[in-house]
């Protein structure tokens, strides 16, 4: 890895240390290991490859070299500002960070399926894994790890099927320098990481969700346990469903997936 490019990228913006790697297992791994050794908050810790990276619900998440970014970064908020049951916030602002920078930085209409998972035209470019690690019901570090597919390789090993992986190359037909993307990423993340308990982090979030008013079916377990029109996020991050009969219920994220109802 050129480490000498990515630091250059990167000096402007106020992390902490930084770690770069060709080769891990995953970043994830390695964040969680330096924060239990005591690394401060915004540590961050880019691979140019994984090999054993992972994915939420127990899946593989793959990234050969030099195919997309994969990172971790380390976060301690001061206390208080997320517990149990606001840590959705968390994957929101992997989530938004990315879709911000490639709404606002290369024109690509880039929306949030909830709750962090980067779409752009119905196709997935970016996921989000957050793990939290707690001394008692005090959050003690959150790694919060996000892998972009960037260039038109087969990062994911699976993905539910109405969500194809895609790379920003194939979506958009641009070229990337990867530490340019990850350092636009990484200023938006800094830039919101304060404001995460506020107002307009929520709707900043919500509105950048896709499927807004459509109705979603949601899975846990493979089955299905509830379909209802998005009605947008509660303070926690919960989604907001409508049901048929008017009422509305909240889901928490977890092991839940969202898909689109198909009505053709
Ligand atoms: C998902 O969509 O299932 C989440 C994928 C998260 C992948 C990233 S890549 C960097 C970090 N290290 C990992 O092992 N996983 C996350």
């Not at 209802?228 to 928490?252: M, N, T």
Request: charged share 25%; aromatic share 8%.
């Amino acid at each position: 890895m050129n480490e000498e490019a990515w630091e250059r990228a990167l000096q402007r913006i106020d992390l902490g240390p930084r770690f770069y790697y060709d080769r891990v297992g995953s970043t994830n791994d390695v964040a969680q290991k330096l924060a239990a050794e005591g690394a401060p908050d915004l540590t961050l810790v880019v691979a140019d490859e994984q090999v054993r990276g992972r994915g939420r619900q127990g899946r593989s998440w793959f990234t050969p070299p030099g195919a997309g970014l994969a990172f971790s970064v380390i976060l301690r908020p001061e206390s208080g500002v997320i517990h149990g049951g606001n840590l959705s916030r968390i994957n929101g602002l992997g989530a938004l960070s990315v879709a911000k920078t490639l709404q606002d930085g290369y024109s690509i209409p880039a929306e949030i399926k909830w709750p962090n998972d980067v779409l752009v035209e119905g196709r997935k470019v970016c996921g989000v894994l957050v793990e939290s690690h707690w001394k008692g019901d005090r959050l003690s570090n959150a790694i919060l790890g996000i892998g972009v597919n960037i260039k038109p390789t087969p990062v994911l090993e699976e993905e539910e099927l109405q969500y194809p992986a895609a790379s920003l190359q194939q979506v958009s037909g641009q070229t990337f320098q990867r530490p340019v993307v990850l350092a636009r990423v990484l200023q938006e993340l800094v830039a919101w990481y304060p404001k995460l308990p506020s107002e307009v982090f929520l709707s900043t979030w919500e509105g950048m969700l896709t499927f807004r008013g459509q109705s979603v079916q949601l899975f846990l377990g493979g089955k299905s346990i509830a379909e209802g029109k998005i009605a947008g996020l509660g303070p926690d991050g919960a989604l907001r469903l409508e049901k048929r009969s008017g009422k509305v219920e909240s889901f928490q994220v977890g092991e839940i997936q969202l898909r689109l109802v198909d009505r053709s």
